[in-house]
């Protein structure tokens, strides 16, 4: 008994060095990798490639990261409870190639599905469609077919859908020719366009409907291609655990409407142009804001508002005149009423400095009204449609859009339902009555239309100051040997 014990003591070591070797075999594995999606979420961090962009990632006028990529990955990240950390390559050419080595865990950077990148890099659900164009500027000849650009100086991003696309083309125009620029992205490119440095270039649909708001003298001369998908790019391969991941967010998304009102933020004031307008806004901004500018500031600055939106406000209320007077008797930069004005202590209504200050901390007051579990920015949409049409039928209006079984507390819903004010069958259920509702939905359309162009306009002007000092400290002191 003695001995079978001893012997089976001295089997446990042998027992144990066996197992230990199996372990090192190839393709002997009792503890199998964690799936990719588990690692993300064992590191805490998901890394996502993108492209700077106003259709994709820039810094918002808060300081704080925007686009529509950007929040779409920022959503995606705040679902799997981990970090973003956003990664931008040196290059756009770079990025399917960063994708495919696995650099990142994906791209959202409004790629395009193609045929060639399907080769390379797997494409998860499609959430936006976009048409290359063709972009000429508005004084030059439109071209009307391919073969009228032959013997134009094309220029397009290296590395992108546009390429693939002239390829194509190419085929049936062996004389077509065009640059391949590697350091701009397409929005620099439509200034080429616009500066008249280049005579043509190809920039998605989206990008465009962006940029003519800026410069309006840009014009689409045909569609090169039908259109086509939007979708993140990810590593080909045996993992699918985040790609599938992927596919229930996106399916989230659209179940929720959450997709539809990202994409009313960022393009839905961008549906119709006005090429006069825009023309006539930045002639006024030269003209007439820089001498109330200040006024704004110092406005914003005391009720916690953005300058820019306060006048882009009064740009919609006044062409930014101070003696402005409508048929109600409306009067000044921001159009307040004799009984608004009153409430607010305002004597003068035509004083730049008391209109402008009154219009802020009456827009300050509807924001305070609204209920504090609307977040931005329709929370702001929200009340400065009742800047417009009154906040009793702003609340008329949420209260018709949840009897129609949509969301009271997103400006995307609520706006559909404030033309519905004019209708008796709407009207007279509600406590204010009739009201002209589709007014105030083309008010708040303006102003964030006019809002963007302030900011891109102030924001230029403000790097033109930046490079001057330093332009200037350069030549202030000798350089040395």
Same mark, same amino acid.
């Given at each position: 008994?003695?001995?079978?014990?001893?012997?089976?003591?001295?089997?446990?070591?042998?027992?144990?060095?066996?197992?230990?070797?199996?372990? &090192?075999?190839?393709?002997?594995? =009792?503890?199998?990798?964690?799936?990719?999606? %588990?690692?993300?979420?064992?590191?805490?961090?998901?890394?996502?490639?993108?492209?700077? !962009?106003?259709?994709?990632?820039?810094? *918002?006028?808060?300081?704080?990261?925007?686009?529509?990529?950007?929040?779409?990955?920022?959503?995606? %990240?705040?679902?799997?409870?981990?970090?973003?950390?956003?990664?931008?390559?040196?290059?756009?050419?770079?990025?399917?190639?960063?994708?495919?080595?696995? #650099?990142?865990?994906?791209?959202?950077?409004?790629? &395009?599905?193609?045929?060639?990148?399907? /080769?390379?890099?797997?494409? *998860?659900?499609?959430?936006?469609?976009?048409?290359?164009?063709?972009?000429?500027?508005? !004084?030059?000849? $439109?071209?009307?077919?391919?073969?009228?650009?032959? #013997?134009? #100086?094309?220029?397009?991003?290296?590395?992108? &859908?546009?390429?693939?696309?002239?390829? /194509?083309?190419?085929?049936?125009?062996?004389?077509?020719?065009?640059?391949?620029?590697?350091?701009?992205?397409?929005?620099?490119?439509?200034?080429?366009?616009?500066?008249?440095?280049?005579?043509?270039?190809?920039?998605?649909?989206?990008?465009?409907?962006?940029?003519?708001? =800026?410069?309006?003298?840009?014009?689409?001369?045909?569609?090169?291609?039908?259109?086509?998908?939007?979708?993140?790019? =990810?590593?080909?391969?045996?993992?699918?655990?985040?790609?599938?991941?992927?596919?229930? =967010?996106? %399916?989230?998304?659209?179940?929720? +409407?959450?997709?539809?009102?990202?994409?009313?933020?960022?393009? *839905?004031?961008?549906?119709?142009? #006005?090429?006069?307008?825009?023309?006539?806004?930045?002639?006024?901004?030269?003209?007439?804001?820089?001498?109330?500018?200040?006024?704004?500031?110092?406005?914003?600055?005391?009720?916690?508002?953005?300058?820019?939106?306060?006048?882009?406000?009064?740009?919609?209320?006044?062409?930014?005149?101070?003696?402005?007077? &409508?048929?109600? +008797?409306?009067?000044?930069?921001?159009?307040?009423?004799?009984?608004?004005?009153?409430?607010?202590?305002?004597?003068?209504?035509?004083?730049?400095?008391?209109?402008?200050? !009154?219009?802020?901390?009456?827009?300050?007051?509807?924001?305070?009204?609204?209920?504090?579990?609307?977040?931005?920015?329709?929370?702001?949409?929200?009340?400065? %449609?009742?800047?417009?049409? +009154?906040?009793?039928?702003?609340?008329?209006?949420?209260?018709?859009?949840?009897?129609?079984?949509?969301?009271?507390?997103?400006?995307?819903?609520?706006?559909?339902?404030?033309?519905?004010?004019?209708?008796?069958?709407?009207?007279?259920?509600? $406590?204010?009555?009739?009201?002209?509702?589709?007014?105030?939905?083309?008010?708040?359309?303006?102003?964030?239309?006019?809002?963007?162009?302030?900011? $891109?306009?102030?924001?230029?002007? /403000?790097?033109?100051?930046?490079?001057?000092?330093?332009?200037?400290?350069?030549?202030?002191?000798?350089?040395?040997?």
């Amino acid at each position: 008994m003695v001995l079978i014990a001893a012997n089976r003591a001295m089997r446990w070591p042998l027992i144990l060095s066996i197992f230990v070797m199996a372990l &090192s075999l190839p393709g002997c594995n =009792f503890f199998p990798e964690p799936s990719l999606l %588990a690692k993300i979420k064992s590191d805490g961090e998901i890394i996502v490639i993108t492209r700077p !962009g106003s259709t994709t990632y820039y810094q *918002g006028p808060d300081g704080q990261p925007a686009g529509l990529e950007y929040e779409l990955a920022k959503r995606f %990240a705040d679902r799997l409870g981990v970090k973003l950390k956003i990664v931008v390559p040196p290059f756009f050419s770079d990025t399917i190639p960063m994708v495919a080595r696995g #650099d990142a865990h994906f791209a959202a950077a409004g790629l &395009s599905v193609t045929e060639e990148r399907q /080769k390379v890099v797997r494409f *998860g659900p499609s959430y936006q469609q976009i048409t290359q164009q063709l972009i000429y500027r508005y !004084g030059n000849i $439109r071209p009307k077919s391919v073969a009228d650009i032959i #013997d134009g #100086d094309i220029e397009v991003v290296s590395g992108s &859908s546009h390429v693939e696309q002239l390829v /194509k083309l190419q085929q049936h125009y062996p004389a077509l020719r065009w640059r391949e620029n590697s350091e701009l992205e397409s929005e620099g490119l439509l200034t080429f366009v616009w500066d008249r440095m280049i005579d043509y270039t190809v920039a998605d649909s989206n990008e465009v409907a962006l940029s003519q708001r =800026f410069y309006p003298e840009l014009r689409v001369a045909f569609d090169i291609n039908k259109p086509e998908p939007i979708a993140w790019a =990810f590593p080909i391969g045996d993992d699918d655990t985040l790609y599938n991941e992927a596919v229930l =967010f996106f %399916a989230a998304l659209l179940d929720s +409407g959450e997709l539809e009102q990202l994409l009313e933020r960022y393009y *839905g004031h961008t549906k119709t142009f #006005d090429y006069v307008g825009t023309r006539k806004f930045k002639t006024h901004y030269y003209q007439r804001l820089v001498t109330y500018q200040a006024l704004f500031e110092e406005a914003a600055e005391e009720n916690g508002l953005d300058w820019r939106l306060l006048a882009a406000m009064s740009y919609q209320e006044s062409h930014w005149n101070p003696k402005a007077i &409508s048929p109600t +008797g409306v009067r000044g930069l921001m159009m307040l009423t004799l009984t608004t004005a009153r409430q607010l202590g305002i004597r003068n209504r035509i004083d730049p400095k008391q209109s402008i200050d !009154g219009g802020a901390r009456y827009l300050k007051s509807l924001i305070k009204r609204v209920p504090k579990r609307i977040q931005e920015p329709d929370r702001t949409w929200m009340a400065i %449609a009742a800047y417009n049409v +009154g906040f009793g039928h702003l609340r008329d209006a949420r209260t018709i859009t949840q009897r129609r079984g949509f969301d009271p507390d997103k400006w995307m819903d609520v706006k559909e339902s404030l033309p519905l004010l004019r209708q008796k069958k709407w009207y007279q259920k509600t $406590r204010y009555g009739y009201a002209r509702g589709h007014e105030p939905v083309m008010y708040v359309r303006n102003i964030r239309n006019y809002y963007d162009l302030v900011r $891109r306009i102030s924001d230029e002007k /403000k790097s033109e100051r930046s490079k001057e000092r330093h332009e200037g400290s350069i030549t202030t002191f000798p350089r040395a040997i």
